[in-house]
């Protein structure tokens, strides 16, 4: 059917906005990729020439339908973001990512509330400067690392991870933030509540995507096409959009969370490259929309705030999150590296200065200076990479002798192996297992008041019915929850230690407790309390009479959800050991082409330590993995070789494999690699060569870096003599080395 006049008239501007924003963007596109600048500039520039304020350009007609696009425009953003981030990413990340992130995060957010307080800005305008000059752009980063060519260094690592990081700790400050500007004061019980609430519905909607998801992926698999493939996805996605905005909270956050879990599923990696166009699409409409907000009248009055903000942001963020990489244990070099890459803002900045104009809790000067900060800074991203080595070479010879000598003896701490006593781990288990359990039966208990009970009607045989169907699905979380044996190794430990025998019976008294007060909950939610009393007697007996059954369901769910979890790591495992290199030196990963000239050769034929100074950490052959390879070990087409160097060793090695272009051990089973630094004080070795003193035969291991006076040499050669209170770095059987130093 045709459209009528009333209806061409009112889809006209939004169509035709559309039109304009997308030519802009293209234009953009073309022009800052032959100048070779990041295209985010391009389209904010782009944005802010065809907005409404210039008269010699086309401009939009409808302000509210750059809006809503630039709203489109956010959820896909995210979504994107969520399918490159996978909960389990930020697990593995660990603490160099987390302190640095945290340090960066928490510094900025006071610098930028008492900048705005200087400037004059009211309370909840400096609230949010605070949080908007906190987040790092992962975006305009990794294109920067793209353009640089330097994501193969160690720093690299660090930086991406701790971007991570600021992704999850921006969605949770984006919940906080709409709790302040709701309530406009700062109260800790309603921030607690928010946290709660956030934590447990992320709890809920990652157990209950992770368990259905991927199964109807992966059922329904052979009926998908790539047209049906996008289209679930994108269904997905707005779905929890909805059911976010349902239970009050961004629909950011929830393409955010749906991008997550879907990243866990095996066809992950397909579902990016089909939704990347998408994404590409309403990215520059994102982006070029932002620009067009830009009011340049705004701009030219707050100049002076627009420089000072620039200057906090470059200089704020690399001082920040160099420390905060200081403090992780990191080498002086990697610190300032890390921290010069962190030193901007951008998509998530603009979503924070959006949730501020859309809540109508922030002034209309804040979004364009905050554009025209992120302009700057991301003009300035790609120069900060390349000074942050010079600059680290810089300090290094002008910083006191003592200052660099604690802070390599800080780092060389920080990467010795860490116990943990057997008590935190315990507890560590208990208080994962108690809180995950009680967010599962609390949810299910809600989604039963709040859907079943109404469904069956109001009458007593309704809540029984209710009662009875939750009970049944409930009690294989009940009976994990309070009579599930966790912990087993580190309990029975404690148990044979008086000291912490107490403790032990008291968090099994406390579990059991926890399943009875849940048991109670259920019940008076269905029933009046003397019938919840007898009903719940009835149900101990059944919960003591059946524990053979109810441990069976709960393994049954259990390995269903870590089947999904890890199906996708399963599928294509890359195991990859990043904690085995001291000092500048960092672990990469290459294959071995199948035309390459080296294949059919031993490492002792290759000579590639003596030539290139790299060592070669594993060889990866199939399912075998061959852990510290001895010199007859030979290379074959397709192997997956994992080498330790610095990063122009790392460089080197790449262009020797490109110019070029194992028989498995007997004993291929895993043992525990580790670094460990050890000072030379058994006169065994002492005046012996590396060689002699037969150091890798005896742990399986290799000497991968040797101090001496003050002097640190990387993979030293194998004829080098050993002298008294050297300290060896030596990666190899963490038992092995243990024994062989032991004297």
Sequence with gaps: MFLNAAQTAHLYPLISDLGLILMTAGAAVLLFKKIKQPLVLGYLIAGFLAGNHFDFFPSVKDMHSVEVWAEIGIIFLLFSLGLEFSFKKLMKVGGTASVTAITQIVTMVTIGYFAGKFMGWGNMNSIFLGVILSISSTTIILKAFDELGVKSQKFAGNVIGALIVQDIVAILMMVLLSTIAVSQKFSGGELLLSVLKLIFFLTIWFLGGIFIIPSILKKAKHLLTDEMLLI??????????????????????????????????????????????????????????????????TLVEHAVPVAILTFLVIIGQSVSSTIGTLLSGQPLKQSIQTGMSLSQIGEFSFIIATLGTTLNVTSDFLYPIVVAVSAVTTFTTPYMVKMGTPVAIFLEKKLPRKWIKNIEQYSANAEAVKTISTWRKALRIYVFQVVLHSIIIVGLVLLSTEYILPLLGGSKFGHTIAALVTLVVLSPFLWALSLRRIATKEVNELFDNRKYRGSVLLLIFFRMALGLFFIGFLLNNFFSPVTALIALVIVLIAYFLFPKQLHARYHKIESHFLNNLNEREITKEKKTRRDLTPWDGHMATFDVAKGSNISGKTLEELKIREKIGINVAFIKRGDITVNIPSRNERLFPGDEICVIGTDIQVKKFQKYLNQNEIEAPENTDETDIVLQHLELKNETFIGKTIRESQIREKTSGLVVGIERDGRRMLNPESHLILEKDDILWVVGDRKLIIELFKG
């Design 232 to 297: 679930i996805s994108l269904a997905l996605c707005l779905m929890m959009v909805i059911f976010a905005s349902k239970v009050g909270f961004s629909p950011a956050l929830g393409a955010f969370i749906m991008g997550s879990i879907i990243a866990e599923t095996t066809q992950a990696e397909h579902i990016e490259h089909l939704v990347k166009p998408v994404k590409d699409l309403f990215g520059a409409v994102f982006f070029v929309s932002v620009g067009m907000l830009i009011n340049p009248q």
